[in-house]
């Protein structure tokens, strides 16, 4: 049982470029999420889904945009990179309480 | 929505006991969690708590009082793994599983 699993660990960007972040879980878990950290602070949550077919804004969305075909996968695209996407991203998935982060991805945008 | 406030940093010794507070909008309330972060990894899920008291679990305890809108974590007989950053987290606009999270408390354990 894997868990939460997110790649690339690390990415440097161009701004303008683009690239999709990917996140699996194998747990089942209908609620899926994305967050970014900043240095020194809380997670923000950039978008959400409660199952296949179905995703909705958190409160960071603006150049992001995410898609969930399967109950396994939930992907985060950034279209036209720019230096405010500089974070590290994390995936979570839960079903009731408690959610289950993968490792991460740490993206410069440079 | 949920305001979420606790202290930036903590510093406390190597087998002592530690209280980190929290505070939070009482509004929407759907349950308080507690995660528990380190330098440069994801964040691990430490306790919830939906009702009001003391919970324990090991050398970690969470309290919760829904009327004050405020909660602790209590970490007991402290070692110097346990340095790491505590996150408090309530439930998001919206409600249903979305959560808003505090910045964090950045506790260093020293000998």
Redesign the interface.
Known sequence: NAGVTQTPKFRILKIGQSMTLQCTQDMNHN?M?W?RQDP??????IY?S?GAGITDK??VPNGYNVSRSTTEDFPLRLELAAPSQTSVY?CAS?EG????????TRLTVT | GQN?DQPTEMTATEGAIVQINCTYQTSGFN?L?WYQQHAG?????LS?N?LDGLEEKGRFSSFLSRSKGYSYLLLKELQMKDSASY?CAGP??GG?????????TQLKVEL
């Not at chain 2, 249903?96 to 964090?104: A, E, H, Q, V």
Request: proline share 7%.
């Open positions: 609620y999420y967050y020194g602070m809380g997670l923000k949550l959400y409660v958190g409160e994390f839960s309480s408690g959610q289950y982060f993968g490792p991460g | 979420i349950g969690f990894e994801a964040p691990t899920f919830y939906v996150l998001g606009p249903g599983n979305k959560l808003t999270f505090g910045t964090g």
